[in-house]
Every structure is written in structure tokens, then in C-alpha cells.
């Protein structure tokens, strides 16, 4: 018997109690990247979300479903590392934003910032990977739900 037992996966679809089919079984979580640099603009990563993937070819920051027994932080850094590579060791929590439109479901977005760029497209669900300045993140085409997201998310981000 092994004293080891692995956690259930998250992918798939959940139909909701709202009434609404979401990705991710036991949620869904990512992150928006933030880099500072002295007399510059404040810059966000995005990831150009596959034409394979839900409303591909749109921005959004990267993330995916939660597995059972994952945190929404492990979980958005765990997805994140899939795809858009590895991350600085120097990082550091600004903030988070959750969004639970239903009693079972919710999108958790971690804001962290961290001390230099890096990413780029690590598998299919990932067609691009860029550093954006903040002012110019509205004028992209937008995940539906980044977008909602966004207002929220750009208040922490510019809180500091």
C-alpha cells in the first residue's frame, strides 16, 4: 500500500449551481505578474490564449483548474509554470481577487510581483506572452472574464 495517494485532477467541466458549465472541478485560479521598474511604466505579463483554447486568441493572465487539495495559490502557480515557464524565486504577494458567480464554482486571480520578466509559450494553450504596460491592458482584446476581472485587479496592482 502506498502512503502516497494523488491528488484527483480538476480538469473538466462543472455545471454550476448558477446554472453555468465552468472549467475546473474544484475551481479554477492564475496570475497576474507585475513588474516594477524606476522610471518606468508598470508592466503586467498576459498570455494570448490559444486558438485551441476557450475564446482563443484573447488576453488573459495564465492559470487553469484547481486539483483536489490544492490551494488557489499552488494551483495558479502550478498553471502558470505549465504555461508560461518558470517563475523568479523573488516574488511577492500584492493581492488577490476572487470571483464566485455561483455557490460551488470560483476564479480565484493571484497578483504578485516580481523582481524581473520573464515567459514565454510553453505548450499549446499559449500562443503569445508579452509584458504589457498597465494603461494599455484596456485596450486588448480581453478573456470575457479577465476583463470583468480587470477593474479589480488593476486597483491592487496600482495600490502600491
Known amino acids: 500500500m502506498s502512503l502516497f495517494m494523488a491528488s484527483?485532477?480538476?480538469?473538466?467541466?462543472?455545471?454550476?449551481?448558477d446554472g453555468h458549465s465552468r472549467w475546473g472541478l474544484?475551481?479554477?485560479?492564475?496570475?497576474?505578474f507585475v513588474l516594477r521598474r524606476e522610471d518606468e511604466p508598470v508592466l503586467v505579463m498576459l498570455q494570448q490564449r490559444s486558438v485551441w483554447a476557450h475564446e482563443g486568441g484573447t488576453w488573459s493572465c495564465a492559470g487553469g483548474a484547481i486539483d483536489e487539495g490544492e490551494t488557489p495559490l499552488e494551483a495558479a502557480l502550478r498553471e502558470a509554470s505549465e504555461e508560461v515557464g518558470a517563475i523568479p524565486e523573488r516574488r511577492t504577494i500584492l493581492g488577490?481577487?476572487?470571483?464566485?458567480?455561483?455557490?460551488?464554482?470560483?476564479?480565484t486571480t493571484v497578483v504578485?510581483?516580481?523582481?524581473?520578466?520573464?515567459?514565454?509559450s510553453m505548450n499549446f494553450e499559449t500562443d503569445a506572452v508579452a509584458w504589457v504596460p498597465v494603461e494599455l491592458v484596456d485596450h486588448l482584446d480581453l478573456h470575457a472574464g479577465f476583463a470583468e476581472a480587470w477593474p479589480h485587479l488593476r486597483a491592487i496592482v496600482e495600490h502600491r
Do not use: K, M, N, Q
Request: contains cysteine; glycine residues 16%; aromatic residues 18%.
Open 8 to 17: 484527483r485532477t480538476g480538469d473538466g467541466f462543472l455545471r454550476c449551481s
Open 26 to 32: 474544484f475551481g479554477a485560479a492564475g496570475i497576474v
Open 96 to 107: 488577490e481577487y476572487l470571483f464566485a458567480p455561483a455557490t460551488d464554482w470560483s476564479y
Open 112 to 120: 504578485l510581483e516580481v523582481d524581473h520578466p520573464f515567459g514565454g
